[in-house]
């Protein structure tokens, strides 16, 4: 697989996608299978108001034409406009048949640049097949969330593709969370960010896919880079069986994440009792 790391042409959704079947190819070139972009990687990121003709849903199968031509899956970052007066900054799904098989709306909305100008996405993130690969998707901020990624491992997910436009000075997830969500989630993580100045806003590269194990491929901070990387799926059982996150949780025990004393500011993160001191958990609840 490949992640791209890029600065977008401002404000021209043609001019990006040509750079998209630009860089498609060069990665399908080099063996990958599938390509991930940057965040609003067809407009930009910090570009102000987006436009009726930025926000286009013919973008969307504009973007599933280049797969099906190329030959290549992607998941590339763009900004839906659905219905009047909404607009998502979202992430589509395309197999190498230029199928889309998802197309997913940003739920942890970052600052003012995000929520001026988009609505929460309103739904779970899902995992979609890819040409063999089980492929979750979060976008940015969301990754920063351990329930976002966790959610995805459960429903099976082998990679998250993580289209960003990471900023200085928040470096950290790149360099460190992003290795610790593939690892405590036993996935791959495919974090792709943008370069370069957009008004204010300084992007920071490091782009990274990592590991199961941890290991990262890394892009540097300040130029285009197409990563390539192999996603081994018989390394990645293995290693989950090594190493069985997912299984050993005690899920009834972390109510308090989601539901009561997660309300109560003054709990401090007390959680109930066991209910199950001196058994196994239910088969349900395991």
Not at 168 to 190: F, G, K, L, S
Not at 224 to 250: H, K, W
Request: aromatic content about 6%; glycine content about 10%; charged content about 20%.
């Amino acid at each position: 697989m490949a992640v791209w790391q890029m600065a977008p042409v401002i404000g021209s959704p043609a001019a990006n996608l040509a750079r998209l079947r630009e860089a498609a190819s060069t990665a399908a070139a080099r063996g990958a299978g599938l390509l991930v972009t940057p965040e609003l990687a067809l407009t930009g990121y910090d570009i102000g108001a987006l436009t009726d003709d930025l926000t286009d849903p013919a973008l969307l199968e504009d973007t599933a034409r280049i797969a099906g031509e190329i030959g290549l899956g992607l998941v590339v970052g763009l900004a839906v406009r659905e219905h009047a007066g909404v607009v998502w900054n979202a992430a589509v799904a395309v197999d190498s048949t230029g199928t889309i098989r998802a197309t997913y709306r940003k739920i942890h909305l970052f600052g003012g640049l995000d929520s001026s100008r988009f609505a929460p996405g309103p739904t779970v993130p899902t995992v979609v097949e890819l040409d063999g690969v089980r492929v979750g998707m979060l976008i940015c901020y969301d990754i920063e969330f351990p329930e976002a990624a966790r959610s995805l491992a459960l429903a099976g997910a082998d990679l998250i593709a993580v289209p960003t436009a990471n900023m200085a000075p928040w470096t950290a997830v790149n360099e460190h969370i992003i290795p610790a969500r593939a690892v405590e989630n036993q996935v791959y993580v495919a974090y792709a960010n943008h370069i370069g100045r957009e008004r204010d806003t300084h992007y920071v590269g490091r782009s990274v896919i990592a590991g199961p194990d941890g290991t990262a491929r890394r892009a540097g901070e300040t130029a285009e880079e197409i990563l390539v990387t192999a996603i081994d799926l018989d390394d990645l059982t293995r290693r989950r069986a090594a190493s069985p996150y997912l299984a050993d949780r005690r899920p009834h025990l972390y109510h308090a994440l989601t539901t009561g004393f997660a309300d109560d500011p003054g709990s401090h993160g007390a959680v109930p009792d066991d209910p199950y001191p001196d058994g196994p958990v239910p088969e349900e609840d395991s």
